[in-house]
C-alpha cells in the first residue's frame, strides 16, 4: 500500500502519514506532489495526455509527476515519475527546482503541494517509453501548443506552472 507523508502549512512534515488517494485531510494537513517540465535544447517541451481511463481529467495534456511518497524527497519522487511515466533519466539534466504552489481544498479534504522542476534534456523521440497505464500519447511542443491546449481547458495545472514554460 503507498502511503504519503502528511505536511502543514509551512510544508514541514508532521511525521503522520496517508495512504494514497484518500482525501479525508483534515484542515491544515497537505501532501506532496513533483512535476517535470522537460524542454529539449530547441525549445520543445514534452508533455503527455493522459489516458481515458483517469478519474480525473481523463484525455488532458499535462507533464510527467505525481505524489512524493513516505520517506521521498520532491527531487526523488519527480526523477522517479519522469523515468517512469517517460522512459526518460532527468538525474543528471540540467536545471531543477523552480517553485512551490499551495492548494487548500477544505470542501474536497485534498490539501496539497506541488513542486515544479524544469530540466533541459536533450534526447531523441525515439527514447520516450510511456507508460501505459497512466499516458495514451505524447507530443513535443511549443510554448504556442501548449498555451493552445491551455485556452481549449484541457491542459492540467497550466494556470499554476506556466512560468515553468518561459523562456
Known amino acids: 500500500m503507498e502511503t504519503w507523508d502528511i505536511y502543514d502549512s509551512k510544508k514541514q512534515r508532521t511525521g503522520r502519514t496517508m495512504k494514497r488517494n484518500d482525501w479525508n485531510m483534515k484542515e491544515g494537513d497537505y501532501h506532496l506532489t513533483a512535476l517535470g517540465v522537460i524542454m529539449r535544447p530547441d525549445g520543445r517541451f514534452l508533455i503527455t495526455r493522459r489516458v481515458m481511463t483517469k478519474a480525473w481529467a481523463p484525455g488532458w495534456w499535462e507533464v510527467p509527476g505525481g505524489a512524493v511518497l513516505a520517506g521521498e524527497d520532491s527531487r526523488d519522487a519527480v526523477i522517479r515519475e519522469v523515468r517512469e511515466e517517460t522512459g526518460l533519466d532527468v538525474s543528471a539534466a540540467e536545471g531543477g527546482y523552480l517553485f512551490s504552489y499551495r492548494r487548500d481544498n477544505p470542501e474536497e479534504?485534498?490539501?496539497?503541494?506541488?513542486?515544479?522542476?524544469?530540466?533541459?534534456?536533450d534526447f531523441e523521440e525515439s527514447e520516450i517509453r510511456l507508460q501505459e497505464e497512466e499516458t495514451a500519447e505524447h507530443m513535443l511542443a511549443d510554448r504556442a501548443q501548449i498555451e493552445e491546449f491551455a485556452r481549449q481547458g484541457i491542459f492540467l495545472h497550466y494556470d499554476s506552472i506556466k512560468q515553468a514554460f518561459a523562456e
Open 109 to 121: 479534504k485534498d490539501n496539497y503541494f506541488v513542486d515544479i522542476y524544469r530540466f533541459v534534456l
